[in-house]
């Protein structure tokens, strides 16, 4: 069945580390996304790719990194700059520049947790 | 700046008692609504799209409804498995999501 993998599920952070996020998609969409959510929150566009090699900023880009070397691969950095990183973050897909019926399809999330 | 304001934040329902969401939007060139089932711990789950006022989608319990300046979820006769939180999403040039509502379904 074609989706979106996230892992791991659960990852704990210390202070001062960077750590990556994994983002994996079979469903041969262009554009990926990130989102973080925090509780009473909306969904936090982070950056988004609508092409290989190519990536932009969302509205709260600090403090991360991404890459985009594969179609199917949307790997998130959680850098030490990122001061307050406790969040659930979402990546999610779609088709043809954002011109899918369903919107965007979605993993099932990385909840992380600075220790 | 284009907004996406859900209401309730919060509501609580008795087993088979209806009642309807709120997705209300600033438009600047909208190019689809849609609503997300979120259960907790996982990411949203597609439940509908809706392109232009009028337009009407049902799925079991379920009907979602768009006017020009807002969406309607309403839930009929909910079950306990109807809990969770409700995402809207309008995109412009990219999804903008609102904060949700968090339905709890009581037996």
């Known amino acids: 069945d074609g989706g979106i993998t996230q892992s791991p599920k659960y990852l704990f952070r210390k202070e001062g580390q960077n750590v990556t996020l994994s983002c994996e998609q079979n469903?041969?969409?262009?554009?990926m996304y990130w989102y973080r959510q925090d509780p009473g929150q909306g969904l936090r566009l982070i950056y988004y790719?609508?092409?290989?090699?190519?990536?932009q900023k969302g509205d709260i880009a600090e403090g991360y990194s991404v890459s985009r070397e594969k179609k199917e691969s949307f790997p998130l950095t959680v850098t030490s700059a990122q001061k307050n990183p406790t969040a659930f973050y979402l990546c999610?897909?779609?088709?043809?520049?954002?011109?899918?019926?369903?919107?965007?399809?979605f993993g099932s999330g990385t909840r992380l947790t600075v220790v | 700046e284009d907004q996406v304001t859900q209401s309730p934040e919060a509501l609580r329902l008795q087993e088979g008692e209806s009642s309807s969401l709120n997705c209300s939007y600033t438009?600047?060139?909208?190019?689809?609504l849609f609503w997300y089932r979120q259960d907790p711990g996982k990411g949203p789950e597609f439940l509908f799209t809706?392109?232009?006022a009028g337009e009407e989608k049902e799925k079991e319990r379920l009907k979602a409804t768009l006017t020009k300046k807002e969406s309607f979820l309403h839930i009929t006769a909910p079950k306990p498995e109807d809990s969770a939180t409700y995402l809207c999403?309008?995109?412009?040039?990219?999804?903008?999501f609102g904060t949700g509502t968090r339905l709890l379904v009581s037996p």
């Open positions: 999610a897909s779609t088709d043809g520049l954002g011109q899918g019926y369903y919107g965007y399809t």
């Open positions: 469903l041969n969409h262009d554009a």
């Open positions: 790719s609508q092409i290989v090699n190519d990536f």
């Open positions: 438009v600047s060139g909208l190019r689809g």
């Open positions: 809706l392109y232009s």
């Open positions: 999403a309008v995109r412009f040039q990219k999804l903008v």
